[in-house]
């Protein structure tokens, strides 16, 4: 058996109580603070975990959101670019079209008063007319009247159709200048 002298006087004995009493109360304050810090930092580790989620999704959500506007201007380019292609094939056609109207003009222009056209053919740059003229001076007007025209050149009326004074049923021949059938707002 151990026998225990106590020979520490009073004051050390309560500063031992004290600093013992003090170490337990410290003790428990950790034991009471550590889960609470622990719950702390969980909390805030959650909290970042929450922001970088958020950016994350915002990210995602940006660049969809960017690759639909992207798919959408190329769906828009891709649109001009078929409505660009579109016009160079009609100017194409349009700049190679030929003016009709303009000769029709200029033949009814030249065309004196008694001479009917009854048949109009084309071929290439050729016209063909059939027609029927009140007299011969009629015609011979009409034909004098397209060789001084620009627009017609190699004037063909046979001599047959000549022949005969009034209510001539006539054919001439003539050919057409290119430029004459050719758009003239270029």
């Known amino acids: 058996m151990k026998i225990y002298l106590d020979l520490l006087p009073r004051e050390r004995k309560a500063e031992l109580k004290r600093k013992k009493l003090f170490r337990r109360i410290l003790h428990e304050e950790f034991l009471f603070l550590m889960p609470l810090i622990v719950l702390i930092v969980i909390f805030i580790n959650i909290y970042y975990l929450l922001i970088n989620h958020r950016n994350a999704f915002t990210l995602e959500k940006t660049a969809t959101q960017s690759m639909d506007k992207y798919q959408e201007l190329n769906s828009y380019t891709e649109k001009f670019k078929q409505v660009n292609d579109d016009s160079a094939k009609l100017l194409k056609i349009q700049t190679g079209h030929l003016i009709w109207s303009e000769i029709f003009n200029k033949l009814s222009s030249d065309m ?12 290439e740059y ?6 029927k003229a009140k007299n011969r001076d009629a015609l011979l007007g009409f034909r004098d009247n397209l060789g001084n025209d620009s627009c017609f050149a190699d004037i063909n009326v046979p001599i047959s159709n000549l022949v005969v004074k009034d209510d001539i049923d006539f054919q001439i021949d003539l050919s057409i200048n290119k430029e004459c059938l050719k758009k003239h707002n270029e």
């Not at 004196?112 to 071929?123: A, G, L, M, Q």
């Not at 050729?126 to 027609?131: E, Q, S």
């Open 112 to 123: 004196p008063e008694n001479v009917y056209i009854t048949d109009f053919s084309t071929k």
């Open 126 to 131: 050729k016209i063909f007319l059939l027609g």
